[in-house]
């Protein structure tokens, strides 16, 4: 069965659905319709397919890093200085707080570097948090000074985020990391639907591509189907806890990277779960600093560590 998307181009005809902003009304009450239909159905929406961001001119896609299961990673977003000693291939490390001679070292080092960036929330330290109108500014999400974005408003949305990824681009990051793209099923202050969500992070994939960024799907498992083929790589945290793990296959069966951690279990209660997955699972701090225990089998033995263990602090 199509979803809402494909509908409303079967009834209005050929529109480009990520850079085109839908006002009308009557279209939107369609729209809303033929969603809750679908999930009445138990159907879920289906992206259409769609080219790379034209604006700007789309990059080659051959340029793009698409890493490969059991890519292995470090994830640091806090602490001071950035630990670019571990043999790992890929840091994920903030937009803003990462000074490019960051990222040159770790390119010197064979490493790519990707930049995490908030995209469905508002943080009230970054540099650029005065651009936000209140009118986009919904409830808090648990973490202080953080607040829901309405992620429907691509007018104003569309432009910061774009910034971020030429700043992103310009200090010669590989890639990005857009968090809190699953604001629909939280309590953000807003109505938004599956049909939001799935527009606004075909939108974020796109102006990643348009920039030759690769891009990651962070969370987000109910529309991982739909998405995996705009995105690059999956990050993901806790599936092991909540028994949600064998909803990231379509990233592994598509042969693309599941990045996944674990807070609050032992590395030896789902290492061995993660790995046979294909995954590049660690175990971190809920804070992400330095600390790490990557699951890596082949490493055991030579670090005497418990089976599928590697620590680093």
């Known amino acids: ?9 079967s009834l209005f005809g050929p529109l480009d659905l990520v850079t085109l902003h839908i006002r009308s009304s009557i279209v939107n009450r369609i729209a809303g319709s033929v969603a809750r239909v679908m999930c009445a159905l138990g159907v879920a929406a289906l ?20 890493p490969a299961l059991r890519t292995t990673w470090q994830w ?3 602490g001071s200085p950035i630990d670019t000693s571990l043999n790992v291939q890929m840091y994920d490390v903030d937009l803003f707080d990462t000074d490019p001679i960051v990222i040159s070292t770790l390119h010197s080092q064979g490493r790519k570097a990707i930049c995490y960036m908030s995209a469905g929330t508002w943080e009230d330290w ?3 948090a005065n651009q936000f109108p209140a009118s986009v500014k919904g409830q808090g999400n648990g973490w202080a000074g ?3 974005l309405d992620i429907r408003n691509l007018d104003v949305l569309g432009p910061i985020m774009e910034a971020r990824m030429d700043l992103c681009k310009a200090k010669g990051f590989d890639g990005v990391e857009p968090d809190n793209v699953d604001g629909y099923a939280n ?24 920039r ?8 987000d ?20 806890r909540y028994n949600e793990c064998p909803q990231l296959t379509p990233f592994v069966q598509a042969g693309k990277a599941v990045f996944h951690v674990e807070y609050n279990r032992e590395p030896a209660a789902f290492c061995p779960t993660t790995t046979a997955l294909g995954f590049s699972s660690m175990k971190k701090k809920l804070n992400l600093d330095a600390y790490r225990v990557a699951c890596d089998p082949s490493l055991a033995p030579a670090l005497a560590a418990p089976k599928g263990l590697r620590i680093v602090r």
Request: charged share 20%.
């Open 1 to 9: 069965m199509p979803g809402a998307e494909t509908v409303l181009l």
């Open 47 to 66: 992206v259409t397919t769609t080219v790379f961001d034209r604006r700007a001119g789309a990059a080659d896609a051959a340029t793009i890093w698409r």
């Open 76 to 78: 640091q977003l806090t």
């Open 126 to 128: 970054r540099p650029d």
């Open 146 to 148: 953080e607040k829901w």
């Open 187 to 210: 309590t953000t202050g807003f109505p938004l639907s599956n049909v939001d969500q799935m527009k606004f992070n075909t939108f974020l994939a796109n102006a990643a591509h348009a």
């Open 212 to 219: 030759g960024l690769s891009v990651g799907l962070k969370n």
């Open 221 to 240: 498992l109910d529309q991982v189907k739909a998405l995996e083929p705009l995105f690059d790589w999956a990050l993901n945290e806790e599936c092991f």
